[in-house]
């Protein structure tokens, strides 16, 4: 039982495992062929492998399961913090709350149209994520939103709160 000060309990193994299967659908409204090196694949193989090591919070970090020598944690602590980063940002963005739209993400044809031409090419997956991010981030705040793929428009159209909105959205890519 929680009391109005006690933490919120997160089924951290529904949330990997909603996650995972989000992906997922992801790939296949995008009909991606290529299951190997594409970089949805490889979240999804970090995601299984932590959530299969154990490596939730209810559990704690076990380091000795990224390998001998500080060089393998590090490298086994930053794609933890990383996964964990953008498996919270998801959620509270294109996820939605407990995955309340991923129907609408399958179902809608300009979104899945959207998806389908951009999710393919590896080197744009971040882009889609961020511009789903800012699709979630102002669907949870009651606008009315549409992603657009027509070249020279803007990647977004939102509607609501008696204002009209485009924004063309651009991840930041490590160099």
């Not at 490298?75 to 609408?104: C, E, H, K």
């Not at 949870?140 to 009209?164: C, K, Q, W, Y």
Request: charged share 25%.
């Amino acid at each position: 039982m929680t009391t109005p000060t006690s933490p919120p309990i997160i089924d951290w193994r529904g949330c990997f495992d909603l996650y995972i299967s989000a992906i997922g659908r992801f790939l296949d409204i995008a009909n991606i062929r290529d299951k190997t090196s594409h970089p949805l694949v490889v979240t999804i193989e970090h995601l299984k492998e932590m959530r299969d090591m154990g490596v939730v919070p209810e559990f704690g970090l076990h380091l000795g399961q990224f390998g001998p020598g500080t060089s393998g944690v590090e490298v086994g602590i930053q794609r933890v913090l990383r996964t964990f980063f953008s498996l919270g940002l998801d959620s509270m963005y294109w996820l939605g709350p407990r995955g309340s739209y991923i129907p609408q993400l399958e179902s809608d044809p300009s979104i899945k149209k959207f998806l389908s031409s951009r999710l393919p090419k590896a080197e744009m997956c971040e882009d889609v994520l961020a511009e789903l991010h800012y699709w979630g981030w102002l669907k949870a705040r009651g606008f009315e939103v549409a992603l657009t793929e027509d070249e020279g428009m803007p990647d977004i159209s939102a509607r609501g709160h008696n204002v009209s909105l485009h924004a063309e959205v651009k991840a930041i890519h490590e160099s």
